[in-house]
Structure formats: structure tokens, C-alpha cells
């Protein structure tokens, strides 16, 4: 069945350093992949998309890459700061279907 | 106001109770989705709408009734439910349901229901 493991210790980072998140899948050929942030007693807010044929994508602070052989999406937030301290969820879709298929969120906090 | 809005944002209620959640989009979108988030468990979809029709319905108990009256609005009914239905309840829109073109979902802050 189609998996999509994400790390599920927290991750604790200094200010300042870059945090690095990942998310790999299984028996699943995506066409794209989502990253989504969630704060405590919040919904999910949508950060970045990245397509199967993309390599790399950026947007301010964040960059995600999105390797289709080795099943796997990197997401980096650099010079962090501690307001982004929060769970970060990734979310395949495409493939035929247009579910969406979310792992189980990192806990990333960003220590000042 | 923008965006989703989800309410209640927390229900108790004991099984044999009937409840209803409530959301609604402002946001011009044509698809709508509840989702189930349980802890230390991914999000999992229940229903799917698309221009008020449903689209999918992924193996959800009876005791869970979505409605969709219009592409504005999203109701799950509730019936007869078990201690393991306590769970955070999302809703979320998206533009259309599409099955290549990646759109973004956008969420409410969900309804926290505990059953009793």
C-alpha cells in the first residue's frame, strides 16, 4: 500500500541554522508533492508545491527538492526563527487520482 | 471573512447524541473535503465534493453523513458515534478536483469532538 514515512521525533534546531526536514514514500509514483505547516489547534496552511519533473523549488526562506528515484522530498527553512517552530506536513497527489495523501507531520522547534 | 470557517471548534457528546459540524468556504472554490486527524496518524479523507456532488467516499462508517448543499457549504452529521471517532475534524476547499494539477487545499481550523 501506498506509505509516506516523515520523521516522527521533533526535531530541535538553533536560531538561526538551517532546518532540514524529510519526507519519503513508497509505492507511489506522485505527480506532485505539497508542504504544508500546521500550528497547534490549527489547520494546515499550504506552503510550497513541487512537481515531478521539477528538480528544485524556492520561495523566501524555504526551498524543497523532490528526488523521484529516490522516493524522496527535502525541505529546508533557512536562518530559522523560532516563529517557525510547528508541525510540518508533507502531501502526495496526482498519479491518477486526486486524493491526497499526507504523512504524519515532523515537529520542528527552533530554539532561541 | 475569508478563507474557511469550521464551527464549532469543539463538541463533546455522548454516542447516542445526534450533532452537526458546519463548514463554509469564502473563497469561490468548488471542491470541499473532510478530513479526520487522529494523533500520531496522517490526515485521512472521508468525503469528497465537487460542485455539490460526491465524489468519494473513502470507507466511512455510516454513523458519518456529509451534505453538501451548496459549493459554499459542508456539513458532516453525526450519529450513534464510538469513543474512537474522537478526533480533530478538518474541513478544506480547493479549486476544483483535479487529479494532475497540484492545487493547494486550504483548511479550516478544524472541530475538536470528543465523544463520551
Known amino acids: 500500500s501506498q506509505k509516506i514515512e516523515q520523521n516522527s521525533e521533533a526535531l530541535n534546531i538553533q536560531e538561526g541554522k538551517t532546518a532540514t526536514l524529510t519526507c519519503n514514500y513508497t509505492?507511489?509514483?506522485?505527480?506532485?508533492l505539497q508542504w504544508y505547516r500546521q500550528d497547534p489547534g490549527r489547520g494546515p496552511v499550504f506552503l510550497l508545491l513541487?512537481?515531478?519533473?521539477?528538480k528544485e523549488k524556492r520561495k523566501e526562506r524555504l526551498k524543497v527538492t523532490f528526488d523521484t528515484t529516490l522516493k524522496q522530498s527535502l525541505f529546508h527553512i533557512t536562518a530559522s526563527q523560532p516563529a517557525d517552530s510547528a508541525t510540518y506536513l508533507c502531501?502526495?497527489?496526482?498519479?491518477?487520482?486526486?486524493?491526497?495523501?499526507f504523512g504524519t507531520g515532523t515537529r520542528l522547534k527552533v530554539l532561541a | 471573512e475569508t478563507g474557511v470557517t469550521q464551527t464549532p471548534r469543539h463538541l463533546v457528546m455522548g454516542m447516542t447524541n445526534k450533532k452537526s459540524l458546519k463548514c463554509e468556504q469564502h473563497?469561490?472554490?468548488?471542491?470541499m473535503y473532510w478530513y479526520k486527524q487522529s494523533a500520531k496518524k496522517p490526515l485521512e479523507l472521508m468525503f469528497v465534493?465537487?460542485?455539490?456532488?460526491?465524489?468519494e467516499n473513502n470507507s466511512v462508517p455510516s454513523r458519518f453523513s456529509p451534505e453538501c448543499p451548496n459549493s459554499s457549504h459542508l456539513f458532516l452529521h453525526l450519529h450513534t458515534l464510538q469513543p474512537e471517532d474522537s478526533a480533530l475534524y478538518l474541513c478544506?476547499?480547493?479549486?476544483?478536483?483535479?487529479?494532475?494539477?497540484?492545487?493547494?487545499?486550504?483548511f479550516g481550523d478544524g472541530t475538536r469532538l470528543s465523544i463520551l
Open positions: 509505492n507511489y509514483s506522485p505527480a506532485y
Open positions: 513541487i512537481r515531478e519533473n521539477e
Open positions: 502531501a502526495l497527489g496526482g498519479g491518477g487520482t486526486y486524493k491526497y495523501i
Open positions: 473563497l469561490g472554490h468548488n471542491a
Open positions: 465534493y465537487s460542485l455539490e456532488e460526491r465524489v
Open positions: 478544506a476547499s480547493s479549486q476544483e478536483v483535479s487529479t494532475g494539477s497540484g492545487q493547494p487545499q486550504h
